[in-house]
């Protein structure tokens, strides 16, 4: 009979073993990963209101041969713990039933705590994968998002006005919320809408080595601004743009690019730069476009997979045929 626990020392050994298929750098992820999450697991013991568990949380599952069949890594969404996403899932070869377990496990565990959504995003590539969570495990198909490598700079204009730029308050959370919300496609508002909340800062922001700057864009006097850009890094070298606009202000597209590049290059002239696209917003189709004309690399595509209870038809599951290894983008 499978059993299931939290990761803990005794388990990296294994853990090395089962992914030592896949490349240097997800080994060297999880590595990681073990520092912080088999600490952690001590005080999470200890907690039991999903309020208090912010930091990510592993479990592994071994067979009745004590062989390690798959991990997964879940954790809550900043600012609604009622919202949880599966980060990361390992499974060895032909563990269908494994993961399914291990995902039933997650939501089985969480949702008896309060938890009432769960969601994964995953390379739209990988097949056996959804068929998991969707035949599987009953999650549905939501909506996808698209993550490009910005190729060329030929969009950079000088004619920018940093009047219209400001950095990002916790003043304006509620700005920010509404002009997400807003900019929804309305089919999916339930799933995907956020609180306030969900975009504040984290109070242990500064613990790790990530770095983040948030402006919003407005181009009058308005108290509602028009656009919000948000620049992350770990290494100052790789950065990742995510910018929220309505299609009604697309025309300043370029001139909020252009402000985040030169913001940039500050920092470090040799950068590359990514760039995400929510397909889910109002102004997905026309960034997709613009992406495109300007030959931005397109590096992934991912669908996101709901659970929120709904009832859904389950159907027999296959074998997989490999190991399985994913990583998601958060939404």
């Excluded at 996403?85 to 377990?101: P, S």
Aim: charged residues 25%.
């Amino acid at each position: 009979m499978a059993k299931i626990k939290k990761i803990s020392y005794k388990d990296i050994i294994h853990i090395k073993k089962l992914i030592s298929v896949v490349c240097n750098d997800n080994v060297m992820s999880y590595r990681r990963l073990f520092f912080l999450s088999v600490p952690v697991t001590i005080i999470q013991n200890f907690v039991y209101s999903v309020h208090l568990r912010r930091f990510p949380e592993t479990y592994v599952i071994y067979d009745s041969s004590n062989n390690l069949k798959g991990l997964i890594t879940v954790k809550a969404q900043k600012g609604n713990p009622y919202k949880w996403q599966i980060k990361r899932l390992f499974l060895d070869k032909n563990a269908y039933e494994e993961g399914k377990q291990l995902v039933e496990y997650i939501i089985a565990k969480f949702g008896a705590r309060g938890v009432d959504t769960f969601y994964v995003s995953i390379d739209d590539n990988n097949k056996e994968l959804i068929d998991l969570f969707i035949n599987g495990c009953t999650f549905r198909l939501c909506a996808t998002e698209a993550l490009y490598k910005v190729s060329n700079l030929n969009f950079i204009s000088d004619k920018i006005n940093e009047k219209n730029f400001k950095s990002f308050k916790n003043s304006d959370l509620d700005n920010l919320a509404e002009l997400y919300n807003d900019n929804l496609i309305t089919h999916y508002k339930y799933s995907l809408s956020k609180e306030k909340e969900e975009f504040s800062d984290s109070l242990l922001q500064g613990s790790n080595n990530e770095s983040v700057f948030k402006y919003v864009f407005n181009d009058d006097n308005s108290s509602k601004f028009k656009s919000f850009i948000e620049i992350k890094t770990t290494d100052n070298k790789n950065y990742f743009l995510d910018v929220i606009i309505p299609p009604h202000y697309m025309e300043h597209f370029s001139e909020i690019l252009s402000f985040a590049v030169k913001k940039i290059i500050k920092r470090n002239k040799n950068f590359k730069l990514y760039i995400k696209n929510r397909k889910y917003l109002q102004s997905g189709e026309m960034l997709e476009n613009f992406y495109r004309e300007n030959r931005f690399e397109l590096l992934q595509n991912n669908v996101i997979l709901v659970k929120d209870f709904f009832k859904t038809i389950k159907e027999e599951s296959p074998n997989f045929n490999s190991a399985v290894i994913f990583s998601g983008f958060e939404v």
